[in-house]
């Protein structure tokens, strides 16, 4: 690609791929995320609706309602995680490029352009289950990551932005770690109120020196 290329994505490029493309950091967030539903929220979450079922006429049941509705949300998940993580690829942005690799935005490629305007902002090229806005983290499939694709510093590239076609100067292509924020147990979460619901029974005085004592201590 020749410095000061135009490049235009075709209409018909796919956006569907058939393959996971993501980085290190993105699948071990997704595994994360898979191992605490499927070791401590769904567990959780059976035992509430267990307990719920034991408390008299399901049907009209608030928490054992409640109870199956959560359960299948989690199942739901817990298999789309399982299909990411199974058809994931992984490429790793530090991975040594050589020539073309290294000189043109491909997937995990940070991005450096200005727009008509002379604004310039900085983009990572990620996985879908990766974008992150706040990090300016990008999917390769989003309009902008096609847009990039392929490009290299000096071309021009056009953004097929609702608003209309963008032109975008590309600055810089670089490739680097890319920083993924990784999984954290959601706020509410049942298997955080099970932790936190189990204090020491009051009933039972605190233990004294001499409780502890051996019942034949003269």
Same mark, same amino acid.
């Given at each position: 690609?020749?410095?000061?290329?135009?490049?235009?994505?075709? $209409? +018909?490029?796919?956006?569907?791929?058939?393959?996971?493309?993501?980085? *290190?950091?993105?699948?071990?967030? #997704?595994?994360?995320?898979?191992? @605490?539903?499927?070791?401590?929220?769904?567990?959780?979450?059976?035992?509430?609706?267990?307990?719920?079922?034991? %408390?008299?006429?399901?049907?009209? /049941? !608030?928490?054992?309602?409640?109870?199956?509705?959560?359960?299948?949300?989690? +199942?739901?998940?817990? =298999?789309?995680?399982?299909?990411?993580?199974?058809? !994931?690829?992984?490429? &790793? *942005?530090?991975?040594?490029?050589?020539?073309? !690799?290294?000189? =043109?935005?491909? @997937?995990?490629?940070?991005?450096?352009?200005? %727009?008509?305007?002379?604004?310039?902002?900085?983009?990572?090229?990620?996985?879908?289950?990766?974008?992150? #806005? %706040?990090? /300016?983290?990008?999917?390769?499939?989003?309009?902008?990551? =096609?847009? #990039?694709?392929?490009?290299?510093?000096?071309?021009?590239?056009?953004?097929?932005? $609702?608003?209309?076609?963008?032109?975008?100067?590309?600055?810089?292509?670089?490739?680097?770690?890319?920083?993924?924020?990784? @999984? =954290?147990? $959601? $706020?509410?979460?049942?298997?955080?109120?099970?932790?936190?619901?189990?204090?020491?029974? *009051?009933?039972?005085?605190?233990?004294?020196?001499?409780?502890?004592? *051996?019942? &034949?201590?003269?």
């Amino acid at each position: 690609m020749q410095k000061g290329f135009t490049r235009r994505p075709k $209409p +018909d490029e796919s956006t569907s791929p058939g393959k996971n493309y993501i980085t *290190p950091g993105g699948l071990e967030r #997704l595994k994360d995320e898979h191992r @605490f539903l499927v070791t401590r929220e769904r567990r959780a979450m059976t035992d509430v609706v267990a307990w719920a079922a034991s %408390n008299g006429d399901r049907s009209e /049941n !608030a928490d054992y309602q409640y109870g199956k509705r959560r359960l299948r949300q989690i +199942d739901s998940r817990i =298999r789309f995680l399982a299909k990411r993580i199974e058809a !994931a690829q992984v490429v &790793d *942005p530090e991975a040594p490029r050589s020539g073309n !690799a290294a000189a =043109r935005a491909f @997937f995990g490629a940070t991005v450096r352009y200005a %727009n008509a305007a002379g604004e310039e902002r900085v983009v990572s090229i990620v996985g879908a289950d990766e974008v992150d #806005l %706040n990090r /300016n983290h990008i999917s390769w499939v989003s309009p902008l990551g =096609r847009a #990039l694709m392929k490009s290299e510093a000096g071309d021009t590239v056009v953004l097929q932005a $609702p608003r209309g076609a963008e032109s975008l100067t590309v600055l810089e292509v670089k490739y680097e770690r890319i920083s993924v924020e990784p @999984f =954290r147990e $959601p $706020p509410g979460a049942e298997s955080a109120k099970k932790s936190t619901a189990e204090p020491s029974d *009051p009933a039972q005085p605190a233990p004294t020196p001499e409780s502890r004592l *051996p019942t &034949d201590c003269p």
